[in-house]
């Protein structure tokens, strides 16, 4: 029969062992793939949609992420998404939400106005990281049109 001190010691050999590999599994130097850098920036937004349209203006909603100082978003007149001619800039600094386990936070009320009716608009949302070693992440776009007055 095989002690309950024997199972102990081995049952704690076995989990040290598990442990370490864990961890000597996390570092890329021992994965021996190479690292692509291109890709270090900051995360664009999940979420980035239009809520209510008027006439003469546009609210945009979009997904929080985290250690980001603001989102950019660049507002394009009728040029199929290429930002040839941009008309408006924003920027909305970064308010931290805690948000419920597992929900994603959307921030909404982002309303920019003073555009013409019945026109086709682009738009592209990034987000500038609080630190400047971070470059900013890609664009995310989309195409709205405003209401006829």
């Known amino acids: 029969m095989i002690s309950n ?3 102990q010691t081995t ?3 076995l989990l040290a062992l598990i442990i370490i590999s864990v961890f000597w599994a996390c570092n890329d130097a021992s994965t021996g793939f190479p690292v692509d850098n291109s890709y270090k920036r900051m995360f664009s937004p999940v ?3 239009t809520g209510t349209i008027t006439a003469t203006s546009v609210e945009f909603q979009f997904s929080q992420i985290y250690q980001t100082s603001k989102y ?3 507002i394009s007149k009728q040029d199929s ?3 040839d001619s941009i008309k408006k800039t924003v ?3 970064f308010k931290p939400v805690i948000p419920a386990s597992g929900a994603t ?3 909404i009320g982002n309303i920019v106005d003073n555009l013409l009716p019945a026109t086709t608009y682009s738009a592209r949302i990034k987000t500038v990281s609080a ?3 971070i470059p900013d992440s890609k664009y995310d776009y989309l195409v709205f049109t405003t209401k006829a007055q």
Request: charged residues 30%; positive net charge; without cysteine.
């Open 81 to 83: 998404m290429k930002f």
């Open 5 to 7: 001190k024997f199972k």
């Open 105 to 107: 936070v959307i921030f």
């Open 91 to 93: 920027e909305y600094p």
């Open 47 to 49: 979420t980035f949609q």
């Open 72 to 74: 950019v978003i660049d």
């Open 11 to 13: 049952s704690r050999l």
């Open 131 to 133: 630190d400047s070693n």
